[in-house]
């Protein structure tokens, strides 16, 4: 075994071979070595940096890398949730599409055909809404000349 | 123990404040002494540990859990860190010299001014002149106390290979701390 073999097993610690101490013990230049490299060990540890607290920057900074990191975890919840939003959707849809038909509409719903004051052939949203209300629908026929009227009736 | 640590590992994922704040807490401080090591320059230690605390969030998903999180940590610290030295004899102009910067600089540095007495001083004016596979090894050791096995996943080295280095290292220090007693 060389000087450098052994000096390097027992400098490194772990399992050190008896032939490496058995040299060391018979080579007075590795055994001065030796404690001149375990001097400088225990200088190198007492140069040791004390720590100083974590900045604010260093904090701040990993924590704006958040967000992208929450958003990138929150992709599949999202997706997952418009998904099954669609899905329902298409099931609501399902389900009143064949409620419309007379013979299985719950007794509580009733076909557009049915109300009195729904407009007849014409299913565009502004007569849809102004059947819906036909108060709204009495007022916008009230023109301005109309409306001196409606007041000295009141 | 290791239940506790990877329920840890799903909150910093999860992006709990509380669990993120926890590896601040623990890492951000032994991070950035192990780069003012290495970089010999407090400010962009500060940055390279910032810089290695954020990729490590952004790349926690890569972390293998038979790591130890502290070992991932270091890892992206070092590669920063040869990032960083390895561009230095870009900056030949500044110091003159076409010498990598670890290599020709050895005016004291901010920690060495700031050292608490000589021999601190001394050490870290060593610590300087050693390459830095040798520097990295010795700063792991003997400041943040890893095994051979952790430095050796680290550095990517063998076990051996990160004993040898350590062995060596002493050596030069050794050298280039008597050096500085000569007149």
Known sequence: MTHEEALERLVCQGPVPLEALSHVESCAPCREELRALGKTEKALRRA???????????????????????????????AAAILLAG?????????????????????????????????????????????????????????????????EAE | MAEARNQWLEQIKAGELGAVQKLLDEFTGP??????????????????????????????GQFRQEASLRTYLFQIAHNLALNHLSAAPTRKEEYG??????????????LALLAA????????????????????????????????????????????TAKAHYFFALRNLRKYMEAKDDP
């Open chain 2, 31 to 60: 991070v950035r002494r192990y780069l003012e090591g290495m970089v010999h320059n407090p400010a962009q230690a500060e940055d390279l540990a910032q810089e290695a605390l954020v990729r490590f969030l952004e790349h926690l």
């Open chain 1, 48 to 78: 040791r940096p004390v720590l100083s607290a974590p900045s604010r920057k260093g904090t701040v900074l990993a924590l704006e890398s958040l967000p992208a990191l929450a958003r990138r975890r929150a992709w599949p919840a999202a």
């Open chain 2, 97 to 110: 010299s076409e010498e990598p910067l670890w290599a020709e600089d050895r005016r004291p540095g901010v």
């Open chain 2, 117 to 160: 007495d000589e021999e601190a001083g001394k050490v870290h004016l060593a610590l300087r002149r050693l390459a830095p596979q040798q520097r990295a090894v010795v700063i792991l050791r003997t400041w943040e106390e890893l095994s051979f096995k952790e430095i050796a996943q680290v550095l990517g080295l063998a076990e051996g």
């Open chain 1, 87 to 151: 899905l329902l959707g298409g099931w609501s849809l399902g389900r009143l599409a064949p409620a419309s038909a007379a013979t299985t509409a719950p007794p509580q719903e009733m076909a557009l055909s049915e109300i009195p004051w729904a407009p007849s052939g014409d299913d565009s949203t502004l007569s849809l809404l102004q059947a819906a209300y036909p108060v709204a629908e009495r007022f916008s026929a009230v023109t301005a000349t109309d409306t001196g009227n409606f007041i």
